[in-house]
């Protein structure tokens, strides 16, 4: 494998600026909806908010990689005398808790900044945040070149972590008997 140029997008987040409105959650959620813009379910969105009643500070975060193993990160983070786990700010999905998985299936979602045909200028969080707390950002980056698994590939495996390989092998068996 050698090196080659990628495209990086990232989304900026600018804490102060959030107001907690929410309209990234809600447009993120009616973006993937099937089809697009039928419905709204925020638990859908791959974007989710962070709220600090007691100091009325809002953190968004968005959806990373999915995580297969429950990691080891337990360290606590102290902002403003209110302490947090590394968990509260971690974008993957990972089998220790619901947050940036799928509602009904429970695969994991991840941000995809809004690819589309034609493509959107940038994501809709982005576009769509009424106080610039999310801006986009897009620069070339060298790095070692990787396989990338598909979406059916990232859903089988997370799956298999979920149900175990034989139960996933056997469903498929059973379908495909079916047709």
């Known amino acids: 494998m050698g090196?080659?140029?990628r495209k990086v997008k990232v989304i900026k987040i600018d804490v102060d600026k959030c107001n907690g409105c929410r309209a990234c959650e809600v447009i993120c959620s009616a973006?993937?909806?099937t089809p697009k813009f039928s419905s709204n379910n925020p638990a859908r969105?791959?974007?989710q908010l962070i709220h600090d009643a007691l100091k009325d500070v809002y953190?968004?975060?968005y959806a990373g990689e999915n995580a297969p193993a429950?990691?080891?990160g337990r360290g606590k983070y102290v902002i403003d005398g209110k302490e947090y786990d590394e968990c509260s700010f971690c974008r993957a999905s990972c089998p220790s808790r619901g947050v940036f998985k799928e509602p009904d299936s429970g695969l994991p979602l991840k941000c995809d900044m809004c690819e589309s045909d034609p493509p959107l200028p940038e994501p809709m969080c982005v576009q769509w945040c009424l106080n610039?707390?999310?801006t986009y950002e897009e620069r070339e980056e060298e790095a070692e070149e990787e396989v990338k698994l598909d979406e059916m590939e990232i859903g089988l495996e997370s799956l298999a972590s979920k149900?175990?390989?034989q139960k996933v092998t056997d469903a498929i068996a059973r379908?495909?008997?079916k047709e």
Do not use: D, N
């Open 31 to 33: 973006f993937h909806a």
């Open 70 to 72: 429950e990691c080891m």
């Open 3 to 5: 090196k080659v140029k």
């Open 132 to 134: 610039a707390a999310l």
């Open 59 to 61: 953190l968004p975060v």
């Open 45 to 47: 969105a791959r974007i």
């Open 175 to 177: 379908m495909s008997k």
């Open 163 to 165: 149900y175990g390989l």
